[in-house]
Nanobody, 127 residues
């Protein structure tokens, strides 16, 4: 059974850092594009970053550029989201998701391309 499990969410002060992990089981990670999404209270789920299968091309939301870094280790079946200079507006539940496709710059953040989702991990950034 294909499963994704996120971890690493925490309460952190503004300006701090966190690294979120996404461990995949039941499938080889290198066959999938991994996306990180987040959902703040009362808001829609939004794409934060993705790293494409095979070529490793990365995409970032404007809000994440320069602060967040996505990475993956297919041998460990794990992907990460390294977050620096966190802001209160980064507070959300963060989800990782897997897509069997290869989204490009125009559609990587579209949730319909991701068929498998984790349950999320909560990040709270205090001011």
């Amino acid at each position: 059974q294909l499963q994704l499990v996120e971890s690493g969410g925490d309460l952190v002060q503004s300006g701090g850092s966190l690294t979120l992990s996404c461990v995949a089981s039941g499938f080889p990670l290198d066959d999938y594009t991994i996306g990180w999404f987040r959902q703040a209270p009362g808001k829609d789920r939004e794409g934060v970053s993705s790293i494409r299968k095979r070529d490793g091309i990365m995409h970032y939301a404007d809000s994440a550029k320069g602060r967040f870094t996505i990475s993956r280790d297919n041998a460990k079946n794990t992907a990460w989201l390294h977050m620096n200079f966190l802001k209160p507006e980064d507070t959300a539940i963060y989800y990782c998701a897997a897509s069997s496709g290869s989204p490009n710059w125009s559609n990587w953040a579209n949730t319909i391309y991701y068929k498998n989702w984790g349950r999320g991990t909560l990040v709270i950034v205090s001011s």
